[in-house]
């Protein structure tokens, strides 16, 4: 069966400092990955998405970016985080080939930047 | 944990009673649907989807109905228990490659 992980759980970061947040899935080859962010009440908003090593696609302008330096892993960064990138950042995947909207969650990372 | 649903819509229901929860969706041209639970503190979780040549699909105690005409999702939960107490989501596919819009939310409190 497929596992996603995400660390670190929760992170508390002051601004102007860097981020990494990381991502694994297990059971599965060439997912689709995908980085969102949650605000407090809020719903999901997509950030970043990727379908294979290399390949990202970016959905809203900010000061974040994301890698995908192996098939089944994809981090999340900042070299200088803001105020407002507080929040709940949730990393999914999707089967390749499979349907193509069933997305599968992770744990999330709860991001408080002070 | 992430305090989900602080400020979202509210649905209370006694235990035992069933719960339906609405969603409308903003572009027609959607094709897949899919209903999300999300506890606090935890990352959603599938629950159901339809896709739009279907108008119902039943699950284990859910069922998804879809009117494309006027842009709408329900999910209707049976018999609802303490434990589905969450915030739900719905989610349309559409927009491009593998992409999900998600709606703002509904928090579900039941009651005993």
């Known amino acids: 069966s497929q596992t996603i992980h995400q660390w670190p759980a929760t992170l508390v970061q002051p601004v102007g400092s860097p981020l990494s947040l990381e991502c694994t899935v297990e059971?599965?080859?060439?997912?689709?990955l995908y980085w969102y962010r949650q605000a407090a009440g809020r719903g999901l908003q997509l950030l970043f998405y990727?379908?294979?090593?290399?390949?990202i696609s970016s959905e809203v302008p900010q000061n974040l970016s994301a890698s995908r330096p192996q098939d089944r892993q994809f981090i999340l960064s900042s070299k200088k985080l803001l105020l407002s990138d507080s929040g709940f950042y949730l990393c999914?995947?999707?089967?390749?080939?499979?349907?193509?909207?069933?997305?599968?969650f992770g744990p999330g990372t709860r991001l408080t930047v002070t | 944990g992430e305090s989900v649903g602080l400020h979202l819509p509210t649905l209370s229901v006694q235990e035992g009673d069933n719960s339906i929860i609405n969603c409308a969706y903003s572009?027609?041209?959607?094709?897949?649907f899919i209903w999300y639970k999300q506890e606090s503190g935890k990352g959603p979780q599938f629950i159901i989807d339809?896709?739009?040549?279907?108008d119902k699909r039943q699950g284990q105690r859910v069922t998804v109905l879809l009117n494309k005409t006027v842009k709408h999702l329900s999910l209707q939960i049976a018999a609802t228990q303490p434990g589905d107490s969450a915030v739900y989501f719905c989610?349309?596919?559409?927009?491009?490659?593998?992409?999900?819009?998600f709606g703002a939310g509904t928090r579900l409190a039941v009651h005993p």
């Open positions: 989610a349309e596919g559409g927009g491009g490659y593998n992409k999900l819009i």
């Open positions: 990727s379908v294979g090593i290399g390949q």
């Open positions: 059971g599965t080859s060439n997912p689709n």
């Open positions: 999914a995947w999707s089967p390749p080939g499979g349907s193509a909207y069933e997305q599968y």
């Open positions: 339809i896709r739009s040549n279907m």
């Open positions: 572009n027609s041209a959607s094709d897949y």
